[in-house]
Structures are given as C-alpha cells and as structure tokens.
C-alpha cells in the first residue's frame, strides 16, 4: 500500500470537503466488502468443524494459525502496514472462526445438523 503522505495543495476549501466526502464513501463501499468477506471467512467454520470432528481434530491449530499470521506478516510488511496492528486483526478472524466451529460442534451434539 503506498503511503499518502506527499503534500496536497486544495484549491480550496469546497475541494477539500469534497475529497473527504469521497474519501469516506469509498470507505464506506470498502467497509461493506470488508464486512462481507469476514462473514464469507467466517462461515467456512462449519465444513471445517465437522471435517476435524470426523477426523478426531481439535478446533485450535497452532501450526495452521502460524501459517496464517506468517502468510499475513509478509503481506503487511510489503504494503507497509503496522504488523502488529495486523497480526490483531487476524487473531480476531481466528477467534471468529474458532467460536463459531465451537457453536456448530455444540449444535451437532444436540443433533441439530
Ligand atoms: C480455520 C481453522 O481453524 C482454526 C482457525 C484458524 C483460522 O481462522 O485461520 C486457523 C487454525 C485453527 O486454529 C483451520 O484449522 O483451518
């Protein structure tokens, strides 16, 4: 990610309000696409939980997890993001996943699949 620090000369103030305005709908639009693929993540919990059951796996992978956070260190470091603001980032999406197998196994011991 390249850094947007080069200095900006506004015309004026309207040209300032304006690219804040767009700035934020752009957030906004990315937010949503944000929102949507942690819940795309988040949902392969099932087929996961149930395979694992099936072959006698625990929901928590360590060497998985250190897969994940190395494949993303690398990644926030050649787009120039804060590492360890990443590596949160992705334990909350482990966390997400690990709660939600954690659900559906519960469910299953109650016959509800
Ligand atoms: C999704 C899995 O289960 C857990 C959650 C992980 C994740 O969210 O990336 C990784 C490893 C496991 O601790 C998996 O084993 O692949």
Do not use: C
Request: glycine letters at 2%.
């Amino acid at each position: 990610m390249k850094s947007n620090s080069e200095i900006k000369s506004f015309e004026s103030e309207n040209e300032a309000r304006i690219l804040l305005e767009e700035s934020r709908k752009r957030i906004d639009e990315i937010d949503n696409a944000l929102f949507d693929l942690i819940s795309q993540r988040t949902s392969l919990a099932k087929d996961i939980a149930l395979s694992k059951e099936y072959l006698g796996m625990p929901v928590y992978d360590e060497n998985r997890e250190k897969e994940v956070h190395r494949k993303i260190e690398k990644f926030a470091e050649d787009n120039n993001l804060d590492v360890d603001v990443i590596d949160q980032i992705v334990n909350l999406l482990t966390i997400l996943n690990k709660n939600e197998q954690k659900e559906i196994l519960r469910r299953n011991v109650n016959g509800q699949y």
